[in-house]
């Protein structure tokens, strides 16, 4: 079973920048979909950006156009997401996900269903 595990967040003020880390706990054949998540206290969780690792497309949330910046590291099936100009309402618990079958295709890549596997999550929390 392929655990994710997230890294990197942290408590910043607004305006501050963050970069998490999302890398599989062992060697595993490079996912088809990865994506970022999250969630905040009594909210639906919501995709934030996801991208397909064979580089033929992106998705990013309207609300983080602009001020978040995905990466892959595709030789470690590694994922990254660069925060910039960080606000309060970004606060949530942010979750890494990835689908080794082609779900996000029908699904989309901001959609949980398209994912099986996914990390504990990693708080990111931004102070006004």
């Known amino acids: 079973q392929v655990q994710l595990v997230e890294s990197g967040g942290g408590s910043v003020q607004a305006g501050g920048s963050l970069t998490l880390s999302c890398a599989p706990s062992?060697?595993?054949?490079?996912?088809?979909?990865m994506a970022w998540f999250r969630q905040a206290p009594g909210k639906e969780r919501v995709g934030v950006a996801g991208l397909y690792t064979d580089g033929s497309g992106t998705y990013y949330a309207d609300s983080v156009k602009g001020r978040f910046t995905m990466s892959q590291n595709n030789a470690k099936n590694t994922l990254y997401l660069k925060m910039n100009n960080l606000k309060p309402e970004d606060t949530a618990m942010y979750y890494c996900?990835?689908?080794?079958?082609?779900?996000?295709?029908?699904?989309?890549?901001?959609?949980?269903?398209?994912?099986?596997?996914w990390g504990q999550g990693t708080q990111v929390t931004v102070s006004s």
């Open positions: 996900a990835a689908a080794f079958g082609t779900e996000a295709v029908d699904y989309g890549l901001a959609t949980p269903q398209s994912y099986t596997y």
């Open positions: 062992e060697y595993t054949d490079s996912a088809y979909s």
